[in-house]
């Protein structure tokens, strides 16, 4: 059946027959992207299962801000019809963004303009709002993928870690970027993209550390170096939450042992030599231990011949550099892909081949990204 054009809520009304005639998906990985894709598939009334190796929604945390931003991420929570809610989350005045240089000069200060092309959210708080949003039990918790085999014409066996399996006629990986579906449809692993992160939070730094908090300002700022930089968010509670990013060899990396956060701290703020007190502190003045995030992309415009009953969403698909755009574009290939299934219910190969006609060309883009927004902040040295 193809849908009447219209919104998303025009096709509501085919829930019932979508649901008895649709081909159910079986998806891996609760993140923001497998979430949104189950979301949008159930505001259409198909059927959905998503396997997710943590043992529960509180397993671990997730993390900091995301900038969900207009042309992507927002179109997807439009389509998951979550605006609201999502606008619900916002932290109001933190889209404001500095540029200074290593000595603390302000190079650039942008308040937040209310437009909302770019707010801030908490990630475990969208997340959340997606997880309220799909039935209860969508997300099987604690099931760990280990094997993917293949039984022809478009079915998967999936065996889980706690001795489960199942099959599926459709199978989608949104297991992000060590994702054990996408050896299925290519040979790419993530490679090393040359830079790491090292991760700290200030709290309390109003208060703690007022010169740091002063510089950073109302939302997020950047110093940059030839080699070095650092960035960092202002989140609830005056957290200043920073990434000291260093462009080294992983073995550089390797030489230091972040099992002691002392001496790990004195070796990293060295290659900060001669930058401001008041930047350094987000190394040297950490409230929590030290913790290094390498960054690892897959090759650049990456693309597989149509496997029949399988494709990827997000860093599964297109593992980038932090960018500022990984959320916002698992949420849009998640969307895509529900509408292209909703589009095609009883024939998922020509779902999947329309979703990947709109997403290989989109994923090709993802460097670009990279380089707008670090000339975001460059053109203003």
Do not use: C
């Amino acid at each position: 059946m193809q849908f009447p054009h219209g919104t998303l809520f025009d096709v509501t009304e085919y829930a019932d027959q979508q649901t008895d005639r649709a081909t159910p998906v079986t998806i891996v990985g609760a993140g923001l992207g497998g979430l949104t894709l189950a979301r949008v598939l159930h505001l259409h009334g198909i059927a959905a299962t998503i396997y997710e190796a943590e043992a529960s929604p509180m397993a671990r945390g997730q993390g900091g801000l995301l900038d969900i931003h207009d042309y992507n991420g927002q179109l997807a929570l439009q389509t998951a019809g979550l605006m609201d809610e999502f606008r619900g989350i916002i932290l109001e005045g933190h889209q404001a963004m500095r540029v200074v240089g290593p000595d603390g000069t302000l190079l650039a200060d942008h308040a937040d303009d209310g437009s909302g092309g770019r707010p801030e959210v908490y990630r475990a708080e969208l997340r959340q709002i997606l997880l309220d949003s799909i039935p209860a039990g969508t997300v099987q918790w604690g099931h760990k993928l280990s094997e993917v085999r293949p039984l022809g014409a478009g079915r998967h066996e999936l065996t889980f870690a706690n001795g489960a399996t199942v099959t599926t006629d459709l199978l989608v990986g949104a297991d992000g970027a060590w994702s054990r579906v996408r050896p299925l449809l290519t040979a790419a692993v993530p490679e090393y993209a040359g830079a790491a992160g090292i991760e700290t939070y200030l709290f309390n730094a109003d208060v703690n550390h007022p010169a740091t908090a002063k510089i950073v300002g109302d939302g997020s700022m950047i110093a940059q170096g030839p080699t070095s930089e650092l960035f960092a968010h202002r989140e609830k509670n005056a957290t200043l939450h920073a990434y000291a990013i260093l462009t080294r060899p992983l073995e550089w990396f390797d030489t230091i042992d972040f099992t002691d956060p002392a001496a790990a701290t004195a070796r990293i703020v060295r290659e900060y030599e001669g930058w401001a007190p008041e930047l350094t502190a987000l190394i040297t003045q950490t409230d929590t231990a030290p913790l290094l995030r390498p960054q690892y992309t897959l090759p650049t415009g990456q693309t597989w011949d149509r496997v029949p009953g399988v494709t990827l969403i997000g860093d599964a698909a297109h593992l980038a550099p932090p960018n500022g755009e990984g959320a916002n574009f698992a949420m849009l290939d998640g969307a895509d892909l529900a509408k292209a299934i909703a589009a095609h219910p009883t024939d998922p190969e020509t779902a999947l081949t329309q979703y990947e006609l709109t997403m290989f060309p989109r994923a090709a883009h993802l460097p670009q990204e990279a380089l707008d927004f670090h000339e975001s902040f460059d053109k203003h040295r």
